[in-house]
């Protein structure tokens, strides 16, 4: 196994069933996401698209444990989410989710090493004096090395979103998340970011997207569409990616992602 590849990674990693994530509101319950069945093998790289509102960032949440679904059932990584306490949730999130976001989101108190090692404390899964040289040798991989020991409001954003995906890296988890990842970068950054994402996908990393981009389309094996909490077929025929999405999503979850 090699640092950036996740541990004991087997189909299927991730397993939902009318999965439904009802919110309260003043003017009656509302409904984000609708009734979503869906398989993700493990090694897949998948991009999740759809109009502002339609259910993303809600969904690619419900397959890290950090909301709760009101309906449903996900395993994820070996878990039954549905079934697990708020406790257990949080410490299974930690040791098999990584999440990327937008604005990176890094503590800007510490150190960009500091801050790859913090959910390697966490987490206690590697030895306190392995946590260190592990997170200077993630950085070495994603090319951010020379920053281990600056603050990150140093870093230019493409350098910050590197670092953060190294933090997302840090406990090896079999799930990496990415909520618009490339949002806040240049179009070269994000393409580098994207390329980044998918070496680790050809290492073995299960990737889940969430993206705007055309271009990052173009990066994923498979492409989710969401409208108004249901997962649809894409219609954005842009590309042959568009195509192969639609036929991938008839048969989602299948041997033919992994082609
Ligand atoms: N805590 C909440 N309470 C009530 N409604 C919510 C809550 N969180 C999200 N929603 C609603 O659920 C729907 C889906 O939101 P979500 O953030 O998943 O959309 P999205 O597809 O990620 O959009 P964007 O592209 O703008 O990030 C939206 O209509 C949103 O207003
Ligand atoms: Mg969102």
């Given amino acids: 196994?090699?640092?950036?590849?996740?541990?004991?990674?087997?189909?299927?990693?991730?397993?939902?069933?009318?999965?439904?994530?009802?919110?309260?509101?003043?003017?009656?319950?509302?409904?984000?996401?609708?009734?979503?069945?869906?398989?993700?093998?493990?090694?897949?790289?998948?991009?999740?698209?759809?109009?502002?509102g339609s259910g993303k960032s809600t969904l690619l949440n419900l397959l890290g444990g950090i909301d709760r679904?009101?309906?449903?059932?996900?395993?994820?990584a070996g878990a039954a989410l549905h079934d697990m306490s708020e406790r257990a949730l949080s410490r299974w999130r930690g040791r098999h989710v990584?999440?990327?976001f937008q604005f990176f989101q890094l503590l800007p108190t510490l150190t960009v090493a500091e801050n790859v090692m913090l959910p390697m404390d966490f987490a206690a899964r590697w030895p306190?004096?392995?946590?260190?040289?592990?997170?200077?040798?993630?950085?070495?991989?994603?090319g951010v090395a020379a920053q281990a020991d600056k603050l990150p409001g140093a870093l230019s954003g493409g350098q910050q979103q590197r670092v953060a995906l190294a933090r997302a890296l840090a406990n090896a988890p079999a799930l990496l998340l990415a909520d618009e990842p490339t949002g806040n970068l240049d179009s070269r950054t994000a393409q580098?970011?994207?390329?980044l994402l998918a070496e680790l996908v050809r290492g073995g990393q299960t990737v889940v997207m969430v993206t705007h981009e055309r271009a990052a389309l173009g990066y994923a094996r498979r492409v989710?569409?969401?409208?108004?909490?249901?997962?649809?077929a894409p219609e954005h025929a842009q590309s042959e990616h568009a195509g192969l999405a639609q036929a991938q999503l008839a048969q989602h979850g299948s041997e033919q992602a992994h082609g």
């Fill in 1 to 52: 196994m090699t640092l950036l590849q996740s541990p004991g990674a087997a189909a299927p990693l991730i397993a939902l069933r009318g999965v439904c994530k009802r919110y309260p509101t003043p003017a009656g319950a509302f409904d984000a996401v609708r009734d979503v069945d869906l398989d993700i093998a493990a090694g897949e790289f998948v991009a999740v698209i759809g109009q502002s």
């Fill in 69 to 76: 679904a009101s309906a449903g059932r996900l395993e994820v």
């Fill in 98 to 100: 990584g999440i990327v």
């Fill in 128 to 142: 306190a004096r392995e946590r260190r040289p592990r997170a200077l040798d993630l950085l070495t991989r994603l």
């Fill in 192 to 195: 580098e970011l994207l390329e």
């Fill in 224 to 232: 989710l569409s969401l409208r108004d909490g249901r997962l649809v």
